[in-house]
């Protein structure tokens, strides 16, 4: 009971920084501006492990390996906790290829509630302050759907698609990564 406690408060601040830290990076390669209520928060959550990583790591172009490397470590520190506490079988060395797999499954994650966001926001509430800044975020993301998915009766429900799609890159991400633990 208490590492499933730990697992899942673990899970919760790990989601909530290093999902920060994803977005962080996506608004800084779509050149979001950061004066506005969603920028200030991802600031304000991620400025404590991204600005001294951004003394060692540089840009790369439009994207800010810092904040990427931040999720990373922040997952990766999770999952040695969680294996610690576990009495794991699997060596300390397949950690870091496991932390990959959290990475791009907390990316997967960022992306739905992106995406959720975007669709509450454009069927409920068109006019809202973050509807300009969530449409930057999702916008270039669901460009290609829209280009082969017409609108019906003025609906836009590529970003219902884009869901469906990415619920099944997590299923595939899931399997390998089962696959992966299994051949270790």
């Given at each position: 009971?208490?590492?499933?406690?730990?697992?899942?408060?673990?899970?919760?601040?790990?989601?909530?920084?290093?999902?920060?830290?994803?977005?962080?990076?996506?608004?800084?390669?779509?050149?979001?501006?950061?004066?506005?209520?969603?920028?200030?928060?991802?600031?304000?959550?991620?400025?404590?492990i991204?600005?001294?990583?951004?003394?060692v790591?540089?840009?790369?172009?439009?994207?800010?390996?810092?904040?990427?490397?931040?999720?990373?470590?922040?997952?990766?520190?999770?999952?040695a906790l969680?294996?610690?506490?576990?009495g794991?079988?699997?060596?300390?060395?397949?950690?870091?290829?496991?932390?990959?797999?959290?990475?791009?499954?907390?990316?997967?994650?960022?992306?739905?509630?992106?995406?959720?966001?975007?669709?509450?926001?454009?069927?409920?509430?068109p006019?809202?302050?973050?509807?300009?800044?969530?449409?930057?975020?999702?916008?270039?993301?669901?460009?290609?759907l829209?280009?082969?998915?017409?609108?019906?009766?003025?609906?836009?429900?590529?970003?219902?698609?884009?869901?469906?799609?990415?619920?099944?890159?997590?299923?595939?991400?899931?399997?390998l990564?089962?696959?992966?633990?299994?051949?270790?």
């Amino acid at each position: 009971m208490l590492y499933q406690i730990v697992s899942f408060l673990l899970e919760i601040a790990v989601a909530f920084v290093g999902g920060a830290c994803l977005l962080r990076l996506h608004m800084q390669a779509l050149r979001v501006p950061f004066g506005n209520p969603v920028g200030r928060l991802v600031f304000a959550v991620t400025d404590w492990i991204v600005l001294p990583l951004r003394r060692v790591v540089k840009p790369l172009g439009r994207w800010d390996l810092s904040s990427l490397l931040a999720a990373y470590l922040l997952v990766l520190a999770k999952t040695a906790l969680l294996w610690t506490l576990l009495g794991a079988a699997t060596p300390a060395i397949y950690l870091p290829v496991i932390a990959v797999f959290a990475l791009a499954q907390l990316g997967v994650s960022m992306l739905t509630a992106l995406f959720i966001v975007y669709a509450v926001l454009s069927w409920v509430q068109p006019y809202s302050p973050l509807r300009p800044i969530v449409d930057r975020l999702c916008g270039p993301l669901l460009a290609p759907l829209r280009r082969h998915l017409p609108e019906i009766a003025g609906f836009d429900f590529s970003s219902l698609v884009a869901l469906v799609l990415l619920q099944v890159l997590a299923m595939v991400l899931g399997g390998l990564q089962g696959e992966m633990l299994r051949l270790l």
